[in-house]
């Protein structure tokens, strides 16, 4: 029985694995690495994952609610290197599609600040194979909140 109950369980493990396609694994393993150079503090990671021009959308809820408005990735680049290794964001059940050398991903987060949660909600993020068949980041977008927020283990 107990191995029958194992036998299931990595029968489900590779086909959850085998269901997404090179590319798909592709543009999940940039958004990893992005992440992986957010904790770590490195700046250099989080910037090889993002395309010239990269950008946040994002809709207004403080000054201007409703407005739509952009933001360039630098000074979040540049906010990382100072951030002492103290920024978390995990990411679970990531979306991801493919067409061509279009990507984009649907990822519920967790953000962690100082190991302790401090928002979540759900990263929708935008990627493009490059000439030299990289993806990467051009766009982010996101909802945030501080209630109903579960843990993401890491």
Not at 40 to 48: E, I, N
């Amino acid at each position: 029985m107990k191995a029958a109950v194992i036998a299931a369980a990595l029968a489900l493990v590779a086909s959850a694995s085998s269901a997404q396609n090179p590319d798909e694994q592709a543009a999940l393993a940039a958004i990893n690495r992005m992440f992986e150079g957010m904790r770590t503090a490195d700046t250099a990671m989080v910037r090889a994952q993002f395309a010239d021009g990269a950008r946040f959308a994002m809709v207004g809820t403080r000054a201007e609610p409703g407005k739509i408005a952009f933001q360039a990735v630098d000074g979040w680049i540049r906010s990382i290197g100072g951030s002492n290794k103290r920024w978390d964001e995990r990411i679970k059940d990531a979306q991801v599609r493919v067409d061509g050398n279009i990507a984009q991903a649907w990822a519920p987060y967790a953000f962690y600040l100082d190991g302790a949660l401090r928002h979540c909600g759900v990263n929708a993020i935008e990627l493009l194979k490059d000439a030299a068949g990289a993806w990467k980041i051009t766009q982010i977008s996101d909802t945030q909140r501080r209630e109903g927020c579960a843990e993401i283990p890491r």
